[in-house]
């Protein structure tokens, strides 16, 4: 069996197999979309069955991945997750289609769960940070599936048959390098149980409302960048999978080079020029009258919301009035209930009022994130 020389090799390639299989689905929506033959709204609300799955994984995930171990899980979750995509596939009304996300989301939460955990383990293990890094492989992997599906699409190969080169490809490779991979040990007092839902203190929703935005404006860019090009410049599908793929691309650039930014000048520094980039990217998505300075948009998005999320979550790590692990669960299962909230919010505003006015909604949250940048200060973390 394959297997890389360096252990942050190995979870920078699982970071990337793992968000490759996942990323075949977004430049598909569309195509998904007519498909089904349904408005916003309700693709909106079906494409809630996602995150609301990622969500009831995430209680979960930490008793799976003792059971299973971080190998298995990996083993098996990706082809899960290829599957799952497969049936979203056959899916011809929002409630299957909705079902097939969840399906998709339970395994989601698990892998993202197993991932990190190792990359944590493995910072530990050779006194590297790496973590930055493996999310820019993460969006590398977006990237590339941004770019394939693009293609795929453009030439009219079916999201199903897209979906099963895809789960053959993901699975082969996923078994190849990982049915003997040997996972990095735990770190020292690690085994501390977590409760199923973690209270936050006033320092964690502060860190919240810092992170706002940044998870809005991502999962606007994954859901809808693809119709939103679609609908309002009417250009083919190469270029509307580009608007995705341009957003990944970019994200990956940035967290790959962040973390000597942040050493160098500092996370509120970084977190400004970042909330800068998507005010912006946003400003250019909402105004344009030309497609190409939407991609740049989108890219401008895709940059600036890269390190928001991660920089929130080292500092609610850093925070001394709890524990770390506490801190991190409670600021994670709070911020990932906009991507619960996001896909229905934004496809009423889009179906209603015009989907260059439902990214509109990103840009007072940016305000909050400028106001709330402050959190990430050492001073403030006690």
């Known amino acids: 069996m394959m297997r890389f020389s360096l252990p942050q090799h190995n979870v920078f390639f699982s970071f990337f197999i793992y968000s490759f299989c996942f990323g075949a689905f977004f430049p598909r929506i569309g195509d998904l979309q007519l498909q089904m033959k349904v408005g916003e709204s309700s693709l909106g609300l079906a494409l809630a069955g996602l995150p609301f799955g990622v969500q009831i994984s995430l209680l979960f995930a930490e008793k799976i991945l003792t059971v299973t ?4 899980l990996i083993c098996l979750g990706i ?17 299957s289609f909705f079902l097939s996300l969840f399906l998709g989301g339970l395994t989601v939460g698990a892998i993202e769960v197993a991932v990190n955990l190792e990359a944590d383990r493995t910072e530990y293990r050779i006194k ?5 890094r493996s999310h820019s492989f993460w969006s590398l992997g977006f990237f590339t599936a941004g770019l394939i599906g693009a293609f795929l699409s453009q ?11 895809s789960f053959l490809v993901v699975s082969f ?9 040997q996972p990095s040990p735990q770190r020292p007092n690690s085994s501390v149980k977590s409760p199923i839902f973690v209270r936050p203190t006033k320092g964690v929703l ?3 409302v810092f992170t706002l935005s940044a998870m809005l404006i991502e999962g606007a860019g994954i859901d809808w960048s693809i119709i939103f090009m679609r609908d309002v410049f009417s250009t083919p599908p190469f270029l509307n999978g580009l608007a995705f793929a341009l957003g990944a691309f970019a994200q990956f650039i940035v967290r790959y080079f962040a973390d000597t930014f942040v050493e160098r000048f500092g996370p509120v520094n970084v977190s400004r020029v970042s909330i800068i ?23 401008l998005m895709g940059g600036g919301n890269a390190v928001l999320f991660p920089l ?24 990932f209930l906009v991507f619960l909230l996001g896909p229905p919010l934004l496809g009423f505003v889009a179906e209603n009022y015009g989907i260059q006015l439902s990214f509109g909604i990103g840009l007072p949250l940016l305000i909050f994130s400028w106001i709330f940048v402050y959190t990430l200060r050492t001073k403030n973390i006690e």
């Open 277 to 299: 980039s998507m005010l912006i990217g946003l400003i250019l998505v909402c105004f344009s009258i030309e497609p190409y300075l939407a991609l740049f948009g989108f890219a």
């Open 69 to 72: 171990g971080s190998r298995l």
């Open 155 to 165: 030439i009219q190969i079916s999201p199903l048959v897209h979906f099963v080169l």
């Open 128 to 132: 590297k940070n790496i973590m930055n």
């Open 312 to 335: 929130a979550m080292s500092a609610a790590a850093q925070r001394t009035d709890r524990s770390a692990t506490a801190n991190v669960a409670s600021l994670a299962q709070i911020s």
């Open 173 to 181: 490779l996923a078994i190849l390098f990982f049915f003997r991979f």
């Open 206 to 208: 502060a860190l919240v």
């Open 79 to 95: 082809p899960i997750l290829g599957i799952s995509l497969i049936i979203s596939s056959l899916s011809y009304d929002p409630f």
